[in-house]
Every structure is written in structure tokens, then in C-alpha cells.
């Protein structure tokens, strides 16, 4: 699996099948009870983005999708099944849910709510007209409002077929994604009597939803995890942190997404660079980090790393097989203007970022709650701050079968104003996927970043080690005393 922009998936023409609730199933899922589990944190803040920007007549683009490639004509009704089945496999996919006097409310219908008929929409012949029509199937159909949050569909051909999946992100998230597309393949070859593994058992998200509030409760202000949070913030005046160098916006500016895609490493280099950070006493998540730091300090002259990380929650149940929003959010820092060469931050890095998972512990919402009564934060609680994300997808469970080694990964593309990069490990290289303003002064700065940071890389995995430049010159960092997004 890759992650890519949506714009570069142009699968060969073909038949376009689409998969929706039947009639029966439709009417279950309008009348579905509602359910007193809360959405999780994570959810309760994206529905609520979502329904104001419904509100204001927004295109809706907060969905993710995958897709991947399947040998053999398609079989319409064995799909059907293995849809009925997927649904069945994860409680939280037989949800919707509704704002009402500005409190989500679930909506839960019951197991016979998994029924699914094929429709025939025509021919597909021209990619623009694809992307426009997937695009279209996206942000009407996979929306947390109504069932199913989630668009299947089929691009078929003779002896081959696109199989590609959208869902609202309310009902996942990346690694759900990256498992989703095995999953579906892997039942669907079961239906059509092929070999495949039965899927291991999914726990429900609704458990999760319930668990994370009830872990939330146990955090107070002084708890080490909050206490951390804070320190980490004060040293950076109560801002989050953002890109370090001009995206040519101005303060609290946005710009629509440009989706940026950069090879860093092959295979061979990868391992070198794997090594050179364990001869550094550090991980290769770390290793990301140290050369990403060093990276800051060489183009912008930021003496500390500071950035915030996603980190998987899985660990908390039976979630390794399930779909849903499993993750948290925790700040990454530690000094590199002390250090002489790459070995010195890595082990600074590993330090930083093995904090950054004990800090991770605490549901970042109950932290954003006492960073905002003791004014740590004050207004930046309304900010997102620039993410650095790195995922080894080699480790997941369809790595090595022909669905997952053919997928693509992709999300929607709204607007922003950083310059987030997902930095990603798999069998053939490292490579990594920002989202960046599309202005021309963002196209300038993050080619310059992305290739400073491919340069450093490079030199590690070659050397073993890298010496940091003190003649560098130095970048003012963008907004520099304004709230970035």
C-alpha cells in the first residue's frame, strides 16, 4: 500500500458497479435507536466541524479512501455478502449520527441493517471524468448523517477489477484504511471459495468511545502526562507548533490542500538509515524525527524540536483488527542546537519521543481541558497544529498479498494552512506525503524543506552519521508570533 494523492489514482476504464443498502435495509438504518454510548473525542470534534461546515454550504471532503486491484471478473454477489459481512464485523459501521441542540447523538441499527444491492452506473472512460464521479460518490455518500457513512464500488473489466472504498473520517482513520481494503478482499474471496485468511476478531468502537471517556476522567491537572503537556507548551509560549518556513499566508489564512509526494529512500538506504539509528541508540521513528529536527535548525534556525505526532491507540482493547478512529495526539521536542552530528539528536530524539508515547497515554482532550483553564493554551485550542506522522506499513496484517501490495491510499483534500508530512516505511522505500497551502510561496518553501530533509537522510543512510551545518542561512519562521493552523 501507498499513500497518494487522490488526483494520481486512475484506474483502467471500465464498468462502474456501485453497492448501496437496499430498500429494507435503508428503512432499519432511518429508524435505528438511538444509542447512549458517546462518540469518541476525536469523532465528537470532526462531526461537529463537519455539520457547521454543512451549515455554511461547504463540499464535503472530510472522507478517506482506498483502492486496490483483484484478478478475475468480478463476482456481483459475492460482494454483496462480503459487505454484509464486513459491516457485521465492526458495531461501529452500523451508526449515524445526528447534532442536535449542538450534542452528537448515535444512531444505532441492528445487525440485520447489512444488506447491499449492486447498481449498474455505466461505462467509465476518461480519468477526469473518474475523479469526478468518485469525487462526487465521496461527498454525498460518505457522510457521518446518514447510513452507511462509507461508498463501495467497482471499477470491472474481463478478468479483472477496481475494488475502492470511502468512508466519512468519523468511522476511521489510517491504519483503519490500511487494513480495510485486505479485509474486504479477503472476504470477498472467502464468498467466491478462494484462499483466504478468516479475518481476526474486530473490537467494537463503541467500546473504545465508552473506555476513552471513562480513561479521561482519571487524568487530573497535576497528572505527569498533563504536567508534560504543559511544560512542553510553556517553553513555546503557549503556541502550537507550525511549519518553519513561509507558506505565504497571512495570520489565520487558509489555502486549499496541494497534496505533495516525495521519494526519500529505496530499500537498500531505508535499512542503512534503520541501522544508523539503532547504532544511535534510537528507533527509526525516532531517527525520522532527529533528521526532521536537524532539518528545522539547518533551514530555520529552531534550536528545539517541537511538533505533535499521531500515535495508535489499538493497545487499549482488541482494536488491531478493527475500524474506527483509533488514535491520539502528543507533543514530540527535544534540543538539537547542542549537538554536533545526526548520532547526538537521535538519542535526544528517542528520548523526546518516548515521552511523547507515556504522554499519550492521557486522551489528548482531557489535556486540552486543563492546558484551557490554567490559560496554557487560551486561543490556541482553536488551532491545529502541524503534524509529523511515520507509519512502517510492512507490519500490517494484508502485507505481502496482492490487495494490500496494490492499494492506494488517499484523503480528501479541503483546506489548510501547514504543511503536515506523513513520512512512510514499506517494502520498497521511505517516502513521504504533506499537505500543503497550494500558494506559490508554500510550493518554493516545502520543495526547498522536503529536499534539505532528503538530502539529510540520504547522508545518513550513506555515512552512517551527519554533521550538522552552523553556516546555514537562516529562515525566519512563517507568522512568526501569530496562531498557525
Same mark, same amino acid.
Given at each position: 500500500?501507498?499513500?497518494?494523492?487522490?488526483?494520481?489514482?486512475?484506474?483502467?476504464?471500465?464498468?462502474?458497479?456501485?453497492?448501496?443498502?437496499?430498500?429494507?435495509?435503508?428503512?432499519?438504518?432511518?429508524?435505528?435507536?438511538?444509542?447512549?454510548?458517546p462518540?469518541?473525542?476525536?469523532?465528537?470534534?470532526?462531526?461537529?466541524?463537519?455539520w457547521?461546515?454543512?451549515?455554511?454550504?461547504?463540499?464535503?471532503t472530510?472522507?478517506?479512501?482506498?483502492?486496490?486491484?483483484?484478478?478475475?471478473?468480478?463476482?456481483?454477489?459475492?460482494?454483496?455478502? %462480503?459487505l454484509?459481512a464486513?459491516?457485521? =464485523? $465492526?458495531? /461501529? #459501521?452500523?451508526?449515524? *449520527?445526528?447534532?442536535?441542540? +449542538?450534542?452528537?447523538?448515535?444512531?444505532?441499527a441492528?445487525?440485520?441493517?447489512?444488506?447491499?444491492?449492486?447498481l449498474?452506473?455505466?461505462?467509465?472512460?476518461?480519468?477526469?471524468?473518474?475523479?469526478?464521479?468518485?469525487?462526487?460518490?465521496?461527498?454525498?455518500?460518505?457522510?457521518?448523517?446518514?447510513?452507511?457513512?462509507?461508498?463501495?464500488?467497482?471499477?470491472?473489466?474481463?478478468?479483472?477489477?477496481?475494488?475502492?472504498?470511502?468512508?466519512?473520517?468519523?468511522?476511521?482513520?489510517?491504519?483503519?484504511?490500511?487494513?480495510?481494503?485486505?479485509?474486504?478482499?479477503?472476504?470477498?474471496?472467502?464468498?467466491?471459495?478462494?484462499?483466504?485468511?478468516?479475518?481476526?476478531?474486530?473490537?467494537?468502537?463503541?467500546?473504545?468511545?465508552?473506555?476513552?471517556r471513562?480513561?479521561?476522567?482519571?487524568?487530573?491537572p497535576?497528572?505527569?502526562?498533563?504536567? %508534560?503537556?504543559?511544560?512542553?507548551f510553556? =517553553? $513555546?509560549? /503557549? #503556541?502550537?507548533?507550525? *511549519?518553519?518556513?513561509?507558506? +505565504?499566508?497571512?495570520?489565520?489564512?487558509?489555502?486549499?490542500?496541494?497534496?505533495?509526494?516525495?521519494?526519500?529512500?529505496?530499500?537498500?538506504?531505508?535499512?542503512?538509515?534503520d541501522?544508523?539509528?539503532?547504532?544511535?541508540?534510537?528507533?527509526?521513528?525516532?531517527?525520522?524525527?532527529?533528521?526532521?529536527?536537524i532539518?528545522?535548525?539547518?533551514?530555520?534556525?529552531?534550536?528545539?524540536?517541537?511538533?505533535?505526532?499521531?500515535?495508535?491507540?489499538?493497545?487499549?482493547?482488541?482494536?488491531?483488527?478493527s475500524?474506527?478512529?483509533?488514535?491520539?495526539?502528543?507533543?514530540?521536542?527535544?534540543e538539537?542546537?547542542?549537538?554536533?552530528?545526526?548520532?547526538?539528536?537521535?538519542?535526544?530524539?528517542?528520548?523526546?519521543?518516548?515521552?511523547?508515547?507515556?504522554?499519550?497515554?492521557?486522551?489528548?482532550?482531557?489535556?486540552?481541558?486543563?492546558?484551557?483553564?490554567?490559560?496554557?493554551?487560551?486561543?490556541?485550542?482553536?488551532?491545529?497544529?502541524?503534524?509529523?506522522?511515520?507509519?512502517?506499513?510492512?507490519?500490517?496484517?494484508?502485507?505481502?498479498?496482492?490487495?494490500?501490495?496494490?492499494?492506494?491510499?488517499?484523503?480528501?483534500?479541503?483546506?489548510?494552512?501547514?504543511?503536515?508530512?506523513?513520512?512512510?516505511?514499506?517494502?520498497?522505500?521511505?517516502?513521504?506525503?504533506?499537505?500543503?497551502?497550494?500558494?506559490?510561496?508554500?510550493?518554493?518553501?516545502?520543495?526547498?524543506?522536503?529536499?534539505?530533509?532528503?538530502?539529510?537522510?540520504d547522508?545518513?543512510?550513506?555515512?552512517?552519521?551527519?554533521?550538522?551545518?552552523?553556516?546555514?542561512?537562516?529562515?525566519?519562521?512563517?507568522?512568526?508570533?501569530?496562531?498557525?493552523?
Amino acid at each position: 500500500m501507498i499513500i497518494t494523492a487522490m488526483g494520481s489514482w486512475n484506474p483502467a476504464p471500465g464498468r462502474l458497479l456501485e453497492w448501496h443498502p437496499t430498500p429494507a435495509a435503508e428503512a432499519i438504518a432511518a429508524a435505528a435507536p438511538v444509542d447512549s454510548t458517546p462518540p469518541s473525542f476525536l469523532q465528537e470534534d470532526h462531526l461537529k466541524a463537519a455539520w457547521a461546515a454543512r451549515e455554511r454550504g461547504d463540499v464535503h471532503t472530510a472522507y478517506t479512501g482506498v483502492a486496490t486491484e483483484i484478478d478475475g471478473d468480478v463476482d456481483t454477489a459475492a460482494m454483496s455478502r %462480503a459487505l454484509a459481512a464486513y459491516v457485521l =464485523r $465492526h458495531e /461501529g #459501521l452500523r451508526c449515524w *449520527f445526528e447534532i442536535e441542540d +449542538g450534542a452528537v447523538v448515535r444512531r444505532l441499527a441492528p445487525p440485520e441493517v447489512a444488506g447491499f444491492d449492486v447498481l449498474d452506473a455505466g461505462e467509465s472512460a476518461d480519468p477526469d471524468q473518474f475523479q469526478r464521479y468518485v469525487r462526487q460518490r465521496f461527498s454525498t455518500e460518505a457522510t457521518a448523517e446518514v447510513w452507511p457513512g462509507f461508498a463501495v464500488g467497482v471499477v470491472a473489466r474481463s478478468g479483472s477489477f477496481t475494488l475502492y472504498y470511502g468512508a466519512d473520517h468519523a468511522f476511521t482513520d489510517g491504519g483503519s484504511q490500511a487494513l480495510v481494503i485486505s479485509e474486504l478482499a479477503d472476504l470477498y474471496a472467502l464468498e467466491t471459495g478462494g484462499a483466504a485468511p478468516e479475518p481476526a476478531r474486530a473490537g467494537s468502537h463503541l467500546t473504545y468511545a465508552a473506555d476513552e471517556r471513562a480513561r479521561a476522567a482519571t487524568f487530573g491537572p497535576d497528572s505527569p502526562e498533563i504536567t %508534560a503537556w504543559r511544560d512542553i507548551f510553556t =517553553r $513555546h509560549d /503557549g #503556541l502550537m507548533p507550525r *511549519f518553519p518556513l513561509d507558506l +505565504g499566508l497571512a495570520p489565520g489564512e487558509r489555502a486549499p490542500v496541494r497534496i505533495v509526494e516525495r521519494h526519500l529512500l529505496d530499500a537498500g538506504s531505508t535499512s542503512a538509515f534503520d541501522a544508523a539509528c539503532k547504532a544511535a541508540g534510537a528507533r527509526m521513528s525516532s531517527g525520522i524525527f532527529a533528521a526532521v529536527g536537524i532539518t528545522d535548525f539547518e533551514l530555520a534556525g529552531n534550536s528545539e524540536y517541537f511538533g505533535i505526532t499521531v500515535l495508535s491507540t489499538r493497545h487499549h482493547g482488541d482494536y488491531g483488527q478493527s475500524q474506527g478512529w483509533f488514535v491520539n495526539f502528543a507533543p514530540v521536542a527535544f534540543e538539537v542546537a547542542g549537538s554536533a552530528a545526526f548520532s547526538d539528536v537521535a538519542a535526544l530524539a528517542h528520548k523526546g519521543f518516548e515521552q511523547a508515547k507515556q504522554i499519550a497515554e492521557a486522551p489528548v482532550h482531557a489535556v486540552l481541558g486543563a492546558l484551557a483553564t490554567d490559560g496554557t493554551l487560551s486561543s490556541e485550542l482553536a488551532v491545529s497544529p502541524n503534524m509529523l506522522s511515520y507509519i512502517d506499513f510492512r507490519w500490517f496484517p494484508g502485507v505481502g498479498r496482492d490487495a494490500d501490495t496494490r492499494a492506494k491510499h488517499f484523503t480528501g483534500e479541503g483546506s489548510t494552512s501547514n504543511a503536515s508530512m506523513w513520512i512512510n516505511r514499506d517494502g520498497e522505500h521511505l517516502y513521504l506525503v504533506a499537505q500543503t497551502p497550494d500558494t506559490d510561496t508554500a510550493a518554493e518553501s516545502v520543495e526547498r524543506y522536503h529536499s534539505h530533509l532528503a538530502q539529510v537522510l540520504d547522508t545518513i543512510a550513506r555515512e552512517g552519521d551527519y554533521t550538522l551545518s552552523r553556516g546555514t542561512l537562516v529562515q525566519e519562521p512563517a507568522g512568526a508570533g501569530h496562531l498557525d493552523h
